[in-house]
Nanobody, 120 residues
């Protein structure tokens, strides 16, 4: 049973920063997605198992950074220059192929999510 556990969400003012963490036992390509109230879940960032390949949504490029520490089985999402539009529940997801994927349909396992709220 694959378990993904997110942490690090919270309330922050616009322009602030947060770091999200995801504990993921095993070897996976990993992604972060988010879902705002009343909207569909959307891709944010992804990283290959090796860490050598990453991908970002246009809306977060240059502000968010995905990274991983395979020795600790941890994946991180650094969120900088946050905007109210970044508000939502952030989910980490695992892909058995070890590669970078941006489609929600390519991920087999999902965490429970962590809330990020950015106030204006």
């Amino acid at each position: 049973q694959v378990q993904l556990v997110e942490s690090g969400g919270g309330l922050v003012q616009a322009g602030g920063s947060l770091r999200l963490s995801c504990a993921a036992s095993g070897r996976y390509g990993m992604g972060w997605f988010r879902q705002a109230p009343g909207k569909e879940r959307e891709f944010v960032a992804a990283i290959s198992w090796s860490g050598g390949q990453t991908a970002y949504a246009d809306s977060v490029g240059g502000r968010f950074t995905i990274s991983r520490d395979n020795a600790k089985y941890m994946v991180y999402l650094q969120l900088n220059s946050l905007k109210p539009a970044d508000t939502g529940v952030y989910y980490c997801a695992a892909d058995l192929s070890l590669a970078v994927h941006i489609s929600i349909h390519d991920y087999e396992y999902w965490g429970q999510g962590t809330q990020v709220t950015v106030s204006s």
